[in-house]
């Protein structure tokens, strides 16, 4: 199913609320993974998905 995914590189150790807020994409779980991959192949340092519900629960944005 296709939701609403934000892309974020992450800074430091860990994932957290200040990591940079890269790209959102309208997409699947498994193209935001694909995606993810292809930004790690081609980038230096970690990119990183979550749906947007997660976001705003979390509270990352």
Request: aromatic content about 14%; some cysteine.
């Amino acid at each position: 199913m296709k939701t609403v995914h934000y892309f974020f590189k992450q800074i430091g150790e860990k994932a957290t609320c200040r990591d940079l807020h890269v790209s959102t994409k309208y997409c699947t779980d498994k193209e935001a993974q694909e995606n993810c991959n292809e930004l790690n192949r081609l980038n230096d340092g970690y990119f990183y998905f979550m749906e947007a519900e997660d976001v705003r629960r979390e509270g990352v944005s």
